[in-house]
């Protein structure tokens, strides 16, 4: 049984996704649910699955806080769920071919630092793209540059607000998130 570690720094819709899905599952088991943001709402959908919660800030990122506490609890794999920080080098050496990103985006296009949620979805907007998606990829020290996984697209049509295409977005995120991490286990 694997043990995986979710990273995330907001709502954590996506991570309640995941800890729903591996809650019965005889391939992995969610651990840990970290943040970088101690009023992040994921700390309590952790909460009403029994997961662990471990808050850490930038620095203790950095110096190796956090990768002591994924060591201390076995982490097999760390799962970015709207994760917002860049990874540390030194993590990423720790867990290679272990960490795993969602983007709100067909990456090559519309990825790097600051594209993250909204600024995505109005950037695809302002681009007159006619489709968008996810991609699933393994984190590497570039922002959004690591191995694609997988990709699910969905339409955009003119009209589309970039709430609109976020809520087409999430239902990929959603649908696929989980089932592409079983995928690896």
Known sequence: MKRLAILASGNGTNAEKIMEFFKSSSKGKVVLVASNKPEALVLDRAKKFGVPT????????ETGILEERLKQDRVD??????FLLKIPESLIRSFPDSIVNIHPALLPKFGGKGMYGAHVHQAVKD???????????LVNEQYD???IIFQ?????YEEDSPEQIAEKVHD????FFSQVIDSLL
Do not use: C, N, S, Y
Request: avoid cysteine; glycine fraction near 10%.
């Open 54 to 61: 471990f808050v850490f800030t930038k620095k203790e990122m």
């Open 77 to 82: 794999w760390v799962i970015l769920a709207g």
């Open 127 to 137: 681009a007159g793209d006619k489709e968008t998606g996810i991609t699933i990829h």
């Open 145 to 147: 540059q690591g191995r």
């Open 152 to 156: 699910a697209a969905t339409p955009v």
């Open 172 to 175: 990929l995120e959603h649908r």
